[in-house]
């Protein structure tokens, strides 16, 4: 079984500084994770996956997660935050080769001026 | 590469109508998924097809929805005797098996029933 627990619903932050968007995941096996964007009235977009390669992972846009096993986490930070990463983030998990990925409750990121 | 493509982008319906929706898939890439996604969640798992076959089903996926592949290209989703509680936004997504379970979504097809 496999699940994704995103840890805030909603992060703020003012432009230039810093990212944090927080995720633990359950898998009964050794996962692939995923972080995707959406925006407003859109698709999702792949930021950045792990896939048992190397833990720091590095995706567009400027942002990178860490993989965690002892800690179960795979965090997405970004240094600096831009007025257009204002979006919705989905940590997604999948402990399979194909079919069926976990999404999470997503957190909306909100960047003010 | 065009990306995935979906049709209608939007669909509105009286409640009991039939609805379909069509995708097409990034050309070559032979999985094939439909997820749904109400406002405020995250998408969740309808089903999955490798080539035409249709490999995997969620228990979402009731007696009124049918998805097919017929020839392994494109992929359509009917809804039959719509419920108010099925609008949604409907994703389809594709993937090569060279990528595992790496998918990629097209802009999705709204459905509001009235």
């Known amino acids: 079984a496999q699940s994704v627990t995103q840890l805030d619903s909603h992060v703020s932050v003012s432009e230039g500084t810093p990212v944090l968007l927080r995720c633990n995941y359950s898998?009964?096996?050794?996962?692939?994770l995923f972080w995707y964007v959406q925006h407003p009235n859109k698709g999702l977009q792949l930021l950045l996956k792990?896939?048992?390669?190397?833990?720091l992972v590095k995706g567009i846009n400027g942002f990178e997660a860490e993989f965690k096993k002892s800690e179960t986490s795979f965090h997405l930070t970004k240094p600096s935050a831009h007025m257009s990463d204002a979006a919705e983030y989905f940590c997604?998990?999948?402990?399979?080769?194909?079919?069926?990925?976990?999404f999470g409750d997503g957190t909306t990121l909100t960047v003010k001026p | 590469d065009t990306g995935v493509s979906q049709d209608p982008r939007h669909k509105i319906t009286k409640r009991g109508q039939n609805v379909t929706f069509r995708c097409d898939p990034i050309s070559e890439h032979n999985r094939l998924y439909w997820y749904r996604q109400t406002l405020g969640q995250g998408p969740e798992f309808l089903t999955y097809?490798?080539?035409?076959?249709?490999?995997?089903k969620s228990r979402l996926l009731s007696d009124r929805f049918s998805a097919e592949r017929p020839k392994g290209s494109f992929s359509t989703l009917e809804i039959q005797r719509t419920e108010q509680g099925d609008s949604a936004m409907y994703l389809c997504?594709?993937?090569?098996?060279?990528?595992?379970?790496?998918?990629?979504f097209g802009e999705g097809s709204w459905l509001t029933v009235v």
């Open positions: 997504a594709s993937s090569p098996t060279t990528e595992g379970n790496t998918i990629y």
């Open positions: 898998s009964s096996y050794s996962p692939s």
């Open positions: 097809f490798q080539n035409e076959a249709q490999l995997e």
């Open positions: 997604v998990v999948s402990d399979t080769n194909a079919g069926k990925s976990t």
């Open positions: 792990y896939t048992s390669a190397a833990t």
